[in-house]
């Protein structure tokens, strides 16, 4: 079912920590917009947008400082899904045709404003034939006619359409949806606002939005004497086991209402959502039923620590252990890169990495290439085994060539999941 989406718009402040926020609180988009980047703010804000794309799951929308073809190109490299550009298609509407063209129309927004826009539709219908993917309509608090003008846009160009808001009353946005038929709606001054509450307000609206459903009734699970089922908690991405509680049919019911895990208390006999006193809530990804209907396992975004006694996980107690190779792959790579970013940040004296550091990105492109250069040659003798530290020192070196240009391996894994 087609859904309309809901997009936050991140203030300049704190744009990484509110990205966070809304990516687990429910948005199906999130926006960083800076109205005041110029060329200069524009190169800024990369590393912001870098850092916020490393932070969330769902797609970014970069918006501000675009005047060429080249700023477009930065800003998807960046990390950006989506550019959405202004004031550039209407000095030259070509730039919107040529970043269509090169990019997709599907990641190129343009922005209208209709409070001071001459012939607004139009000039939609030029940004259509120019290849424009989706188009932003902002009024700015200051336009009786905003819905009428949207209705008509639309009707005239057919492309999808972003309809802005400064409400955070989930009912108001959901006659705004109602009214234009956009397919999105961009959301201001939201102050870190529960997208899941605004999003069930709309759905209260017969307005169709992307909320959690369960597959099966609570009354298909296999419940003990209480009424209630084990829950067993973990991290979505390092997959670490973080707690295990349990569940009732109402605290289950509101954990798929609010997107965050709430449990039942079976010593205090009452629904606890994880995090209300504390702030290391836990917003749910994924919930699973195993094979025997009577556990759930539920992958989350854990906040701050999941124990009480301030430990990441509650299985910190050893018990029995024999000695065993536990090394994760991605694992070994995200350790060994954190200890090249750390000599980066803190120079060790006699340190080869801070060596290359020093020696700058000539040298380090230097050794990557004879690095590459000795697997080939190792890969052509008949004996195998002498690739393993070919490609160990290659991968040490590329590393060290992450960390200087400010990439990280989750954007290495980000760009192959999208070529699976």
């Known amino acids: 079912m087609e859904y309309k ?4 718009c991140v203030t300049m402040e704190n744009p990484v920590s509110e990205a966070r926020f809304y990516n687990d609180a429910g948005a199906d988009e999130i926006a960083f917009f800076d109205s005041t980047a110029t060329r200069e703010g524009l190169e ?19 918006c501000g400082g675009v005047r060429r073809l080249e700023d477009v190109k930065k800003l998807l490299y960046a990390g950006a899904s989506k550019v959405c550009m202004k004031s550039a298609p209407l000095a030259d509407i070509s730039i919107v045709t040529e970043a269509s063209e090169r990019f997709g129309s599907e990641r190129i927004i343009v922005t209208i404003d209709l409070t001071d826009t001459p012939e607004p539709v139009e000039y939609a219908k030029r940004l259509k034939n120019a290849g424009a993917g989706e188009l932003l309509l902002l009024h700015y608090n200051k336009l009786d006619n905003y819905v009428e003008l949207v209705k008509e846009i639309r009707k005239s160009v057919g492309l999808p359409i972003i309809v ?4 955070t009353d989930g009912t108001e946005i959901a006659a705004l949806l109602k009214e234009t038929n956009a397919e999105s709606v961009s959301l201001y001054n939201l102050c870190e606002h529960d997208v899941m509450e605004m999003k069930q307000a709309c759905r209260n609206e017969n307005v169709p939005v992307n909320l959690f459903e369960s597959s099966m009734k609570f009354s298909d699970f296999k419940v003990n004497e209480d009424g209630l089922i084990p829950c067993i ?5 390092t997959g670490e086991v973080l707690m295990l509680a349990y ?25 606890w959502m994880k995090g209300v006193t504390s702030g290391h809530y836990q917003f749910v990804k994924s919930l699973t039923l195993d094979c025997d209907k009577d556990t759930i396992l539920a992958k989350v975004s854990q906040i701050g620590a999941a124990c009480h006694t301030g430990n990441p996980t509650c299985f910190f107690t050893p018990l029995v252990t024999k000695e065993y190779n536990d090394s994760n792959p991605l694992g070994v790579f995200r350790d060994v890169y954190n200890t090249i970013l750390d000599r980066k940040k803190n120079p060790k004296k006699g340190s080869y990495t801070n060596y290359l550091f020093d020696k700058g990105i000539d040298k380090i492109l230097k050794k990557v290439g004879e690095e590459a250069a000795e697997i080939i040659i190792a890969a052509k003798n008949p004996d195998p085994e002498e690739m393993k530290y070919e490609i160990s020192d290659f991968l040490y070196h590329l590393m060290v060539l992450m960390v200087e240009r400010d990439m990280s391996w989750d954007d290495v894994i980000g760009e192959l999941a999208d070529r699976e």
């Open 233 to 237: 908690a973990q991290d979505y991405k």
């Open 247 to 271: 569940m009732n049919e109402e605290s289950f019911n509101e954990t798929i209402r609010t997107g965050r895990m709430t449990y039942y208390s079976r010593s205090r006999k009452e629904l």
């Open 5 to 8: 989406k809901i997009i936050p």
């Open 44 to 62: 800024k804000n990369l590393p912001t947008i870098k850092e916020i794309t490393r932070n969330i799951d769902v797609p970014l929308i970069a």
């Open 164 to 167: 802005s808001s400064y409400s």
